[in-house]
């Protein structure tokens, strides 16, 4: 039984700090993995193969499929609606979006018949953690190999975050195989992860110098204000993405409302019109839009996950 050290990689400043130390010391069998949303920017991309390059450290890519959890929504759809009193239009129209596009994001939600949110973030889970532990974890454990679980977290991105321990034994298989988390940047700040680069002699993600606090889905379900609005103004075939993508969910969920951005107060009348286009507007005022303020507007960090698999 030997010990595999899997590092998960985003394309952002902390990872890309973890794969740089993991690139001083060498430990045995590593892997590093970069786990495909399709909600990334193309310059995170190019910046993976970027890195491929000047470290000479390959980055194995890996996404989630949610084609068969789809055809079984699909097929509940048409058994069942109809008992629970959904009108036969929504039924039909339900039926014929829930369809895959092999985009992991965007099926995921089509499957859900939502977008996920900061009270239901089953986003980073789904699409990053999940395909990284099936493809790459799990199966070595299978084999009786133990894992290593690299995390480019640092404590003062959150609460959470700062109660996490730099080791810690995250599960045991069957075979008494061993996963266990391994947080080396723990104590790091943002500095120490851009000192790492230039230690190293590698660029960072350009997407930092173009408004992006994080780097990670474009947007992110939880990106500030300051940020949409940096979005909308650089990027805004982003947005035209996700206002297509909206259209698509909406017609996938059972009420026909689905908007990326979810609702503060649950009020689902008021919801299906706040579209990405209501937010960006909202996102070009300076004050104001006080009804929009769980988006984040501070420096907080984006997501609660505790993998380090997003920024
Ligand atoms: S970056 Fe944001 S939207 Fe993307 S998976 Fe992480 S929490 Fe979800």
Not at 151 to 157: I, K, P
Not at 246 to 254: F, G, N, Q, W
Request: net charge neutral; charged share 25%.
């Amino acid at each position: 039984m030997s010990e595999h050290n899997i590092l998960s990689i985003s394309g952002g400043k902390d990872s890309t700090a973890l794969l740089l130390l993991a690139r001083e010391r060498q430990p045995e069998n590593m892997q590093a993995v970069f786990a495909d949303t399709g909600n990334e920017h193309p310059q995170t991309y190019d910046y993976l193969h970027y890195l491929e390059q000047a470290t000479g450290m390959q980055i194995r890519w890996v996404k989630g499929d949610f084609s068969a959890q789809i055809t079984k929504k699909r097929e509940y759809v048409l058994a069942h609606w109809a008992d629970k009193g959904v009108p036969q239009t929504a039924i039909d129209r339900a039926a014929a979006a829930l369809v895959p596009s092999g985009i992991p994001f965007l099926d995921l939600c089509i499957w859900k018949g939502r977008f996920p949110s900061a009270k239901a973030a089953f986003c980073s889970e789904e699409l990053k953690r999940n395909p990284i532990q099936r493809k790459v974890q799990f199966p070595l454990m299978d084999t009786g190999h133990d894992v290593i679980s690299w995390q480019g977290v640092r404590a003062d991105e959150s609460l959470r975050r700062s109660l996490l321990i730099e080791n810690d034994l995250a599960l045991t298989n069957n075979n008494g195989a061993e996963m266990w988390n391994y947080r080396p940047i723990l104590k790091w700040t943002a500095q120490d992860c851009f000192d790492m680069h230039k230690k190293h002699g590698i660029k960072h993600n350009p997407l930092y110098e173009q408004g992006m606090g994080r780097v990670g889905c474009m947007p992110c379900i939880n990106c500030r204000k300051d940020e949409l609005l940096e979005i909308s103004k650089r990027f805004p075939e982003e947005i035209d993405r996700i206002r297509q993508w909206e259209l698509a969910v909406k017609e996938a969920s059972k009420r026909g409302a689905s908007t990326f951005f979810a609702a503060p107060s649950g009020d689902s009348a008021w919801s299906a019109t706040q579209t990405i286009d209501v937010f960006v507007e909202w996102a070009q005022t300076s004050r104001g839009g006080k009804q929009f303020d769980f988006i984040r507007m501070d420096d907080g960090p984006l997501c609660s996950s505790i993998y380090g698999l997003c920024e």
